[in-house]
């Protein structure tokens, strides 16, 4: 027994004598090796672990303390893999606008995401492939489907909060993120998704979306095939949601189905690759699934942080009250049209602001396939880095929006759309796309993967918002400001528990 104690205690001993040695040479090798023609690298004391925890905390005040100790362009490490960030205006030329033979999206979020979206669609394909799929996607978010769905989200709204048990009585309280969350998906599963999603969300899509949702971490990115408990469901969900879909695609080709919207899944049905082989219906499944998980985090989260600031600013809440009654004619029963929707500058700030400050996509990665030289130095990046674009820290910096930590929707009156920044266009196979070379505010990114689903989510940002500020004044509930901001998640989102105090105005009580 004695003896047994001893062998453990010298084994223990020397463990820790060898990690100190190769603490010890990981700190000589950064602060003595010159590392020429290579970005400077993020000092830390733990291989692998490198600036993985402090990042992971708070990936805007790492890079921002970075910046200012190293430059716009620096390499860390993340989980093992060297991470090279490079920020400003330049940093998102050289990243989202790289030609597709030096980055790669696909080699770092399919991992991730193939298991959950399913094969064949989005990153589990070649760009180009890809990039046609996105080109069918956009034919589906026409103007015209757009407007189609300003009645059936506003109807959606309405039997929430009428059906909704948290929403009894003239006033109360209630955590804010979930409920935003709920009628995001509701509002999306009715339109985009269509009407037989929306009739199963209540019981089997329900389950589904969440098997599949609560896969989408950020250890995903590294060993998505962890036996966990978690991956099985992951993996089983993604089997049956792929069935649900394609049993309603089936049932619309055999004509069991009138249509009554302009969904999503029409739109696809109808689609053929330039070669002419129509879309085919696990594709068509799958990429539905990643219509889902590209807009509902980012969505719920900025309608989320909306309501959050609305709660701790209730003048600003008012403004949009009546910004909303103006447009509406002094109605308080008059339903919003599309054409009211284009009439709601302040709204539309509201969105603007709330995405300045509250990025839910904090970093944009790309591997490197070819050694990639940065422009004005004599640093070339290697294929063995991942690089790193974070526009969103733009956006947080006094240099480009002045007193940037303050939320003030009205700072917009005085900055000119920023999209007229965004001048320079190119085609990537799925329409004209800005390449977001000089704006300082991307907050739906960039060149050839820019989100395509910019115009549905304004849309529906701005009715959810308009609805909350026409049923509900709300307050905070013993608090000053908002929340912090949980980067915990893959997608940043407010910290929870975040209470807000709601009452009913007279005329929906
Ligand atoms: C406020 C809401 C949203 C924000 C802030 C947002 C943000 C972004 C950003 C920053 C990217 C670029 C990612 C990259 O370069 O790696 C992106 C791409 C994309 N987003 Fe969104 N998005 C939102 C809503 C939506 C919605 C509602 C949809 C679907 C209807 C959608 C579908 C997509 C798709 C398909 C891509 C392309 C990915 C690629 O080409 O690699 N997004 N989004």
């Known amino acids: 027994m004695g003896i047994l104690f001893e062998n453990d205690l010298k084994l223990c001993l020397a463990l820790g004598i060898l990690s100190v040695i190769v603490i010890l040479l990981n700190a000589l090798i950064q602060v003595y090796l010159p590392t020429r023609n290579l970005p400077p690298l993020v000092f830390h004391w733990f291989p692998i672990i490198g600036s993985t925890i402090t990042y992971g905390i708070d990936p805007f005040k790492f890079l921002f303390d970075c910046q200012a100790k ?35 999206a696909e080699e770092i979020y399919s991992v991730l995401t193939t298991p959950v979206f399913g094969k064949d669609v989005i990153y589990d394909v070649p760009n180009a492939k890809f990039m046609e799929q996105k080109k069918f996607i956009k034919f589906g978010l026409t103007a015209a489907a757009l407007r189609s769905y300003v009645p059936l989200m506003q109807d959606e709204f309405h039997s929430f909060i009428k059906s909704n048990p948290q929403f009894k009585g003239a006033s109360g309280i209630v955590q804010l993120p979930p409920i935003m969350a709920e009628i995001t998906l509701f509002t999306t599963a009715r339109t985009l998704q269509g009407k ?88 068509i499944a799958h990429m539905m699934i990643g219509l889902l998980m590209a807009g ?10 909306i309501m959050l600031h609305l709660a701790a600013q209730p003048e600003t809440l008012e403004e949009l009250h009546q910004e909303q009654l103006r447009a509406l004619g002094g109605s308080t029963t008059a339903e919003l049209t599309y054409d009211h929707l284009q009439n709601l500058p302040l709204a539309k700030h509201v969105i603007q602001e709330t995405l300045r400050l509250h990025p839910s996509i904090h970093s944009i990665m790309r591997k490197v396939k070819n050694p990639l030289p940065v422009p004005g130095t004599e640093w070339v990046i290697p294929p063995s880095h991942v690089l790193l674009a974070a ?23 005085h900055i000119a759309d920023p999209h007229e920044s965004e001048k320079e266009t190119m085609d990537y196979g799925y329409g004209l796309v800005s390449t977001g070379a000089d704006s300082t505010y991307l907050p739906f990114g960039a060149g050839r993967h820019r989100c395509i689903g910019e115009q549905f989510a304004y849309l529906q940002l701005t009715i959810v918002v308009s609805m909350m500020v026409r049923y509900f004044k709300l307050g905070n509930v013993k608090r000053k400001g908002v929340v912090e901001t949980d980067y915990s998640s893959l997608f940043a989102r407010p910290m929870e528990p975040a209470y807000v105090r709601w009452e009913k105005r007279e005329e929906v009580a």
């Open 391 to 413: 526009p969103a820290t733009m956006g947080k910096s006094d240099a480009f929006f002045p007193k940037a930590e303050l939320w003030d929707p009205h700072r917009w009156e």
């Open 296 to 305: 509902q985090h980012s969505t719920s989260a900025a309608s989320a942080w």
């Open 70 to 104: 190293y430059g716009d362009v620096f390499t860390f490490i993340l989980l093992g893999r060297k991470v090279t960030v490079y920020l400003g205006a330049k940093g998102n030329q050289f990243i989202l606008n790289a030609k597709l033979k030096d980055v790669n």
């Open 196 to 283: 037989e999603v929306r009739q199963q969300l209540n019981t089997t899509y329900a389950k589904l979306y969440h098997d599949l949702d609560d896969a989408f971490q950020p250890i995903n990115f590294m060993l998505p095939w962890l036996p966990l408990p978690r991956n099985r469901r992951r993996d089983i969900g993604q089997r049956k949601m792929t069935q649900l879909y394609t049993d309603i695609i089936q049932a619309r080709r055999a004509g069991a189905t009138e249509k009554d919207s302009e969904d999503m899944i029409w739109n696809l049905m109808q689609c053929s690759y330039k070669d002419e082989t129509p879309l085919p219906d696990t594709e």
